[in-house]
């Protein structure tokens, strides 16, 4: 919606209604990104329990050679996590511009309201 262009309760109620489409949508993304990020961790989980089952060495070694070699696996889990965190923010910045709209609607009624020969809320 253009800045300079003069919002009217039609005007503010469309919005609302779009923002609204866009919240059901990031919410749908949000549930497959959480899926595939729960998918991913649990991978790189086992990987790197298989890894230290299968290494050699003091303790501390076979961490650390577990670690590297459930490296490709952990990558994608956190990458996978942070596409989950980028949605969460999406989804409470269109959750704070529907509040605004709804402040903005329940000022633009009480202006309404005011002008002479209207009807009260």
Request: charged share 30%; net charge negative; hydrophobic share 45%.
């Given at each position: 919606m253009a800045r300079d262009a003069q919002l009217?309760?039609?005007?503010?109620?469309?919005?609302l209604s779009e923002l609204g489409r866009d919240l059901d949508a990031l919410v749908r993304s949000l549930k497959d990104a959480d899926l595939?990020?729960?998918?991913?961790?649990?991978?790189?989980?086992?990987?790197?329990?298989?890894?230290?089952?299968?290494?050699e060495g003091?303790?501390?070694?076979?961490?650390?050679?577990?670690?590297l070699a459930a490296d490709p696996f952990e990558s994608e889990a956190l990458v996978a996590e942070a596409v989950c965190r980028y949605l969460k923010a999406r989804i409470r910045?269109?959750?704070?511009?529907v509040d605004i709209?709804?402040?903005y609607s329940a000022a633009l009624r009480a202006e309404f309201a005011a002008l002479p020969g209207m009807p009260g809320p």
């Amino acid at each position: 919606m253009a800045r300079d262009a003069q919002l009217t309760p039609q005007a503010v109620v469309n919005q609302l209604s779009e923002l609204g489409r866009d919240l059901d949508a990031l919410v749908r993304s949000l549930k497959d990104a959480d899926l595939d990020a729960v998918t991913k961790r649990h991978a790189a989980d086992i990987e790197e329990s298989k890894a230290y089952v299968g290494a050699e060495g003091a303790v501390k070694e076979r961490e650390h050679l577990a670690r590297l070699a459930a490296d490709p696996f952990e990558s994608e889990a956190l990458v996978a996590e942070a596409v989950c965190r980028y949605l969460k923010a999406r989804i409470r910045s269109v959750e704070v511009r529907v509040d605004i709209g709804r402040s903005y609607s329940a000022a633009l009624r009480a202006e309404f309201a005011a002008l002479p020969g209207m009807p009260g809320p």
